[in-house]
């Protein structure tokens, strides 16, 4: 046998599991947009004053920010994005339906998603193989002023505010709660990690695993 035709089944092995690699990777991003679907429906109705609805939207952005790393998560948010832009009932029930969604007075959040968790993702990732999730809080913190710092402005200008109604109507109000999910972020991080490891999926693992998403 000649050693072109003895690399023929190693060619095959490693061809099926790329083939398998890619296949959960899909899944892994598939799911994180039906786990954000599935927050967006935890809405609270919209406050008299503001029309941005509170949501458990931002929870899922952190934690797929943290889990997938920056580039998985960018991406599984665009595909959350793109579901929503087609009309797919992914967004909180409070508002519009599909496009008009991303381009009214609170798109400017939604659009912050993408941006938000890659910079989770960037900033966890240092912490990769640590138990302790509560040393992600500051690149948790920061992935929620991500979203502050695109999604107000958006609004200011989209419903015709200034700048500081738009601070008072976009922000203020919704501060206590995404502290609290900083904190449950933080919390199931390590739970998080464990179980996706388990179910084989693509995330970010000590340092020189295989399974780097950067």
């Known amino acids: 046998m000649s050693v072109g ?7 095959a092995a490693q061809r099926q599991s790329q083939i398998m690699r890619l296949v959960r990777e899909l899944v892994a991003l598939l799911l994180g947009t039906v786990f954000l679907a599935l927050l967006a429906q935890v809405s609270i109705p919209l ?17 797929i920010g943290a889990l997938f790393g920056p580039w998985r998560g960018a991406l599984c948010l665009l595909i959350y994005l793109a579901e929503g832009a087609a009309g797919l009932p992914v967004f909180s029930p409070q508002g519009p339906v599909g496009w008009a969604r991303i381009v009214g007075p609170t798109g400017g959040y939604l659009i912050a998603f993408p941006v938000a968790a890659a910079i989770v993702g960037l900033l966890v990732q240092p ?13 948790l913190l920061v992935g929620t002023v991500v979203i502050y710092l695109i999604g107000v402005p958006w609004l200011a ?9 738009a601070i008072t109507k976009g922000m203020l ?9 900083v904190a449950v972020a933080a919390a199931v991080l390590p739970s998080g ?12 693992g000590p340092a020189g ?5 950067t």
Do not use: H, Y
């Open 127 to 139: 912490l990769r193989g640590v138990l302790s999730g509560w040393r992600a809080v500051p690149g």
């Open 5 to 11: 035709e003895s690399r023929l089944p190693a060619t």
């Open 193 to 204: 990690m464990t179980a996706l490891r388990a179910l084989g999926w693509p995330l970010r």
């Open 47 to 63: 406050l008299p004053f503001t029309p941005v609805p509170i949501t458990g939207q931002t929870l899922g952005v952190l934690l």
């Open 173 to 181: 109000p919704f501060i206590p709660g995404d502290l609290i999910k």
């Open 209 to 213: 695993n295989a399974d780097d998403t």
């Open 157 to 165: 200008v989209s419903a015709s505010m200034d700048l500081l109604t």
